[in-house]
């Protein structure tokens, strides 16, 4: 009697890995189908404004009509334009659109943004030695990406954020000595200022040349601006920078950086000192673990600290800035395997991202300013988070030592 293992062999193990591996890219495709689509349901459904797009629409247009870049108004929310005359320069092509054209095309290409910075977390984040990230992978993290809080403001404004994240990580992802390494943080800087930390990080950890190349490269997006818009980067750099009141208001819930959870837990719409000694220290002290982290070799860690140092300190980080949430899973859920805890952890962090808790919170008028102690972690979740990764990650660059 023949074995029926002879009759029917079992399949070879690349067989049957690959039939896996086939298996978990259609999951992961229905999976961010049915995502899409429900992002597709919501844009047809609500109108969403895309505030943020409006305003850059505006200062394009202002760049190309010769009209002051920083004396409008548009919205419902009169919102004024915040950027620098490079970033307005920029934005004239948004203007040949009709706005219909230009709302799907600020979708579909956060959409390609997105899926370009989860490439790059999932590359620039693994751990020494591990396989590069399968196409199931890549299609998960995309799907699961798009429920982030910041991420789907970051639609829902027509944002820019996702764009500026991926220059930066695109860039520090490259080799070190690579051509012209640094200058796509110059580009981010000019186009909005806080990336320039960056460029700092280079220089602190010793890549003067990488450093010199970003400096250099903002620059040029500086005399970029003057030479084009003269009255405007005059206006922009001795006036509009430095009104803060300019971008919103510091204290709403809106406002997740250091300054907001310090302005909310002190009831007060200007924080002041105890900001500003805040914020000194929390740059020196991030700064510092993100070098010494870039120095034991673990340079995912040390720019994720970097990102994670600019929103804290920045006097005004918009929920929609964190975008940075990506790659900071992404790196968290690629060092916590096998250990119980850290993937707890790891939920943990994907859950405040993705909860939304500081719109559950009190927050018309001036409600933000009024919150119970109980409610305070709810409504400053990002910068909670924040302290906390720049915490973990010197405590174990002090054990290791």
């Known amino acids: 009697m023949t074995a029926l293992s002879e009759v029917h062999p079992a399949p070879p193990p690349v067989r049957a890995a690959s039939r896996r591996l086939l298996l978990l890219v259609l999951a992961a495709l229905l999976v961010l189908a049915l995502t899409l689509a429900g992002y597709a349901l919501f844009f047809t459904t609500y109108p969403v404004p895309m505030a943020d797009m409006l305003v850059y629409r505006a200062e394009g247009a202002a760049v190309a009509s010769g009209h ?19 970033a307005a320069m920029l934005f004239v092509p948004t203007t040949w659109l009709p706005l219909g054209v230009l709302r799907g095309g600020f979708v579909l290409g956060n959409l390609g943004l997105l899926a370009a910075l989860t490439h790059l977390s999932l590359r620039f984040t693994a751990r020494p030695g591990a396989p590069r990230a399968s196409p199931a992978a890549l299609l998960a993290v995309l799907a699961g990406a798009l429920w982030l809080e910041p991420v789907f403001q970051t639609f829902v ?42 460029a700092v990080y280079l220089a602190l950890t010793g890549r003067t040349r990488e450093a010199a190349t970003a400096a250099a490269a903002f620059a040029g997006t500086v005399l970029l601006g003057i030479a084009v818009l003269p009255g405007a980067s005059v206006d922009f750099w001795t006036t509009r920078l430095y009104e803060t009141d300019r971008v919103g208001k510091l204290w709403i819930v809106d406002n997740q950086s250091l300054q907001g959870l310090i302005a909310r837990l002190l009831h007060t719409p200007r924080p002041g000192p105890v900001w500003v000694a805040a914020a000194v220290l ?3 002290a991030g700064l510092a673990i993100a070098t010494r982290a870039a120095r034991r070799g673990l340079e995912a860690w040390g720019v994720l600290c970097t990102a994670v ?9 918009w929920s929609h800035h964190w975008v940075w949430c990506v790659p900071l899973l992404t790196l968290l859920a690629a060092h916590t395997r096998g250990i119980a805890w850290r993937r707890g952890a790891v939920l943990a962090a994907a859950a405040a991202f993705a909860c939304r808790s500081m719109w559950l919170t009190p927050h018309q008028g001036d409600l933000d300013l009024h919150l119970p102690w109980w409610q305070q972690p ?16 010197a405590t174990r660059l002090r054990r290791s030592t």
């Open 68 to 86: 002051d870049l920083y004396g409008f108004r548009v919205t419902r929310w009169n919102l004024p334009a915040t950027y620098p005359p490079f």
């Open 157 to 198: 404004y027509g944002q820019i954020n996702l764009a500026l994240a991926v220059l930066v990580l695109w860039d520090l992802s490259r080799p070190d000595g690579a051509r012209c390494k640094g200058f796509a943080i110059g580009i981010a800087a000019g186009i909005k200022l806080t990336p320039a930390i960056f």
């Open 282 to 284: 929390t740059t020196a």
């Open 309 to 317: 140092t600019a929103l804290l300190v920045s006097p005004i980080s």
């Open 378 to 393: 709810l409504a400053s979740p990002y910068p909670l988070l924040g302290l906390a990764v720049l915490t973990a990650v």
